[in-house]
């Protein structure tokens, strides 16, 4: 399970020029990919919309909510959507903002399907670390929280704000730090014709991986609950 170590400290993460863009690109994937903003629809109501067109049968829910996403990260300027959001971080280029977010969305509607409460802050933090797929145990270690389980094992535990806070701006600082690799493999998007359809391909690829963590690190909240018990 999941706890708090006070004898590592933190440190490292909350320093450094680029601590308050890491925490402000969290905050921001959480409420406007979690909570959704100015028409861009919320996880809970991609969730409810899934589970309306697939009645009785959450798992198709699931599978429909993944491919509605693959689809936006692989469409030419979904981001335009989301208004003056995308140049609140101009640290980020606004098509990796975006489909940072619609990625935060897709992994918490999946949870949404599947039984989670996206108003609890821990569960939250732990969406969030659906987005840095293996690193998620590396960035727990560091920002002082053991972790021996699946990422929904956290998210049925309380953790202090203090060490969700740190964890969160370790999960921006890692964001911020894959921006550069995700450009340079963006590159082909300035080649006429097949630069558009590289740039889809990877982003489609991208966001399948983070579906396929955030379905296996968030089962079905019950199964979660009844092994803990």
């Known amino acids: 399970m999941f706890g708090s170590k006070k004898s590592q400290q933190p440190a490292p993460l909350d320093k450094g020029p680029l601590g308050g863009t890491a925490l402000s690109l969290a905050q921001h994937l959480l409420t406007v990919g979690i909570d959704g903003k100015a028409g861009f629809d919320s996880a809970e109501e991609i969730a409810q919309a899934a589970l309306r067109d697939h009645p009785g049968d959450p798992e198709r829910a699931v599978d429909a909510i993944v491919s509605q996403h693959r689809k936006l990260a692989g469409a030419a300027g979904f981001v335009t959507g989301l208004g003056g959001f995308v140049t609140m971080i101009v640290a980020l280029p606004a098509n990796v903002l975006g489909f940072y977010v619609l990625s935060t969305r897709m992994a918490a509607a999946i949870a949404a399907v599947r039984g989670y409460n996206l108003r609890d802050e821990t569960t939250r933090t732990a969406l969030l670390l659906t987005l840095v797929g293996a690193d ?25 704000p203090t060490a969700l806070m740190v964890v969160n701006k370790a999960v921006g600082f890692r964001l911020i730090s894959q921006v550069s690799d995700k450009l340079l493999t963006k590159l082909g998007k300035g080649i006429p014709f097949a630069g558009g359809v590289i740039g889809a391909g990877i982003d489609a690829f991208l966001i399948t991986r983070t579906a396929k963590v955030a379905k296996k690190e968030f089962p079905p909240a019950a199964r979660v609950l009844q092994q803990g018990s």
Do not use: E, F, M, Y
């Not at 998620?136 to 953790?159: C, E, F, I, P, Y």
């Open 136 to 160: 998620s145990d590396d960035l727990l270690k560091k920002a002082g929280v053991v972790s021996t389980g699946r990422l929904a094992n956290l998210a049925t535990r309380q953790l202090p």
